[in-house]
């Protein structure tokens, strides 16, 4: 397809990982045009304009960087009936770089699945201009080390577990619901409002950025030991649902 930007048009591409024979995610015959792995495979991770879309459970094990102008990485939970599509990354090592990156669920779908990141202890995953994380319980885990170098970052519906390092800069940081259900939430249990989860086990420093969470039974929850840094000050949150 092409963009058309006035007297401008720059041609822009879509890549499906091959779910259908698998192979690796940091490979570029693992990716094709078409979702089966019929059509045309990419000649570079470093495309611009390109669209890269996982609809399947995969795996990084080594350093990825898709960090070309205006590119998306996209994993994409079903919102079809009858579909029990729910894809897991796994960045299980090396160092992963995205420009954007969107952790999909149809958010207007009575059927949408949930989509899921899991980082490695020993993996780096960074994300650059957009991060965007969907509803229906989609979650990222951290057990390494995540970089959110975002503008904005805003989730309802949906789980931030950090059991590693994560480190916000100059991002403002939304934890929120889409409504004001009023339904009890006890720590340990699962809400049937559709709010935000964060739990930290780890250490999250967020130097420079800026912290909201809001509606009522939104989470945000500091384990023992847990660190929680704004503009380098430890912050006193433990255990605690905070709301406005």
């Known amino acids: 397809g092409y963009y058309s930007f006035g007297n401008r048009t720059v041609e822009y591409k879509t890549y499906y990982y091959n779910c259908a024979s698998g192979g690796d995610i940091t490979e570029l015959s693992s990716w094709s045009t078409k979702p089966y792995g019929d059509g045309i495979n990419p ?5 611009d304009y390109a669209t890269w879309i996982i609809q399947c459970d995969a795996e990084i094990t080594k350093d990825l960087a898709i960090t070309g ?3 998306n990485i996209v994993l994409q939970g079903s919102g079809l009936p009858n ?4 894809p897991t990354l796994t960045i299980s090592g090396g160092k992963t770089e995205f420009v954007s990156f969107k952790v999909n ?9 949930p989509s899921h990141v899991v980082v490695g202890s020993g993996a780096d995953l960074t994300v650059y201009e957009t991060l965007s994380l ?3 319980e989609s979650s990222i885990t951290n057990n390494g080390t995540m970089n959110v170098y975002v503008e904005e970052f805003s989730f309802y519906d949906s789980w931030v577990k950090n059991n590693g390092t994560m480190n916000f800069r100059n991002c403002d940081l939304t934890i929120h619901s889409n409504n004001q259900q009023s339904n009890a939430y006890t720590i ?4 049937s409002s559709t709010v935000g989860h964060f739990i930290n086990n780890g250490t999250v420093d967020m130097t420079n950025s800026g912290l909201t969470v809001k509606d009522r039974f939104t989470q945000l929850y500091n384990g023992d030991g847990a660190v929680w840094k704004i503009d380098n000050t430890t912050s006193a949150i433990k255990k605690t649902i905070l709301f406005d």
């Open 83 to 86: 579909s029990s599509r729910t």
């Open 188 to 191: 340990g249990y699962e809400s």
């Open 69 to 71: 102008s205006n590119t």
């Open 43 to 47: 000649s570079s991770f470093d495309l």
């Open 134 to 136: 969907g509803t229906a």
């Open 105 to 113: 669920s149809p958010t207007i779908s009575e059927h949408a699945q």
